[in-house]
């Protein structure tokens, strides 16, 4: 996300030179830079506590592949508190544990995705509206599941690593 106005004000910005940064881009009303950013996101392979199955979802909007549990971070939150957050809302399952593997990004959303191994409980899986389908598989049939979502599949590897 590269900004052409003030999200505050609304002013057009203007480029300004900025120690190593370079030219920023800089609102002279707010006296104040914006430097550009990707948006901060979670990505969670939710495993069962044995760490033998992995529980994939479909969501209902998009692309009805089988995914991980991800979301954006909200304003003020940690991202240990947006995977927790995610796994939760997106499956009804409360994580037992949360390990930080690795950061991806995503060029086609402009996202930065931090990976995470989560481990949950087989509870009543309770599903947002968001998603349409969640369900366990070994680690072989997941695989299988996340061919064509290059992220996830790449995370599941460094998971188990
Ligand atoms: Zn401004």
Known sequence: MTFAFCPHCGAALVEKPIGDEGLVPYCES???PHFSFSY???ICCVFDPAKEQVLLIRQSYGEKRYVCVAGYVKQGETIEETAAREVLEETGLTASSLRYVRSYYYPKRDQLMFGFAVQAAKSDICLSCEVEEA???????ARERLREAKIAAQLLEDALR
């Open 30 to 32: 707010c006296a104040r």
């Open 40 to 42: 901060a996101c979670v």
């Open 135 to 141: 369900q366990w598989f070994s680690v072989a049939e």
